[in-house]
């Protein structure tokens, strides 16, 4: 949407979600994981799976395993017992020791900042391959899970029916300089104001930019 005030939305949102929890990925690397690696293993966590549960599963798993060798010689039973409390947990034990595997073999065990590598690791769509290279590596990607896809549509910035969509209308009309930061903000503002159902309408700092789209009923 040309006139939608990109610009204004995104400092209000920056001050509307600073009491609030950080998305799981960003606040990972705050407290040091900050590697490619690091950060594709937590995406991956991060399917399906709260961020309450998949950050502290993250940081247990990598505080054994820092690095692909590390990690590649653990068993993948030893992987499942530290991310247990996640979703698929028992794929995804055998997915990250995989691909930790495959790093060693194929790239002398360093991830690179790579969007075709990383996709081309079983199980790796954009969503995870854009977080780990935007926050790990600080190239300009978009990465759409369900609420930038939500938020942006509720607003009536992009008209799009699925992330996939989303991703492509935010890569024509989103300025590049907030391609990595929509993600953090609009996580904790989509888990906590601008939510799946009954939305803080009444409260939210965007409301006035805010088309509403889709909303039946709000708070």
């Not at 990109?6 to 960003?26: C, N, T």
Request: with cysteine.
């Amino acid at each position: 949407m040309a006139d939608f005030a990109i610009d204004r939305v995104i400092s209000l949102l920056r001050e509307a979600v600073q009491p609030l929890p950080k998305a799981a990925m960003f606040e990972l690397a705050e407290r040091g994981y900050q590697s490619p690696f690091q950060q594709l293993v937590a995406c991956i966590l991060s399917i399906r799976t709260y961020d309450e549960v998949s950050l502290p599963a993250a940081e247990r798993l990598l505080s054994v395993a820092e690095t692909p060798e590390e990690m590649a010689k653990l068993t993948p039973e030893q992987i499942d017992r530290l991310i247990q409390d996640c979703t698929y947990h028992e794929s995804k034990c055998h997915q990250i020791w995989q691909i930790a595997a495959q790093i060693i073999k194929e790239y002398d065990g360093k991830l690179p900042c790579d969007e075709g590598v990383m996709r081309s690791f079983k199980g790796v769509g954009p969503k995870c391959a854009h977080l780990a290279l935007g926050i790990a590596c600080g190239q300009p990607w978009i990465s759409v899970d369900v609420h930038v896809h939500r938020v942006t549509n509720r607003w009536g910035y992009v008209q799009a029916r699925t992330p996939e969509k989303t991703l492509i209308a935010l890569e024509a009309i989103l300025p590049r300089q907030y391609w990595v930061e929509i993600n953090q903000l609009l996580v904790p503002f989509g888990k906590h104001v601008c939510m799946g159902t009954l939305p803080k309408c009444s409260t939210c700092p965007i409301a006035t930019d805010c088309q509403r789209v889709g909303v039946v009923k709000h708070r």
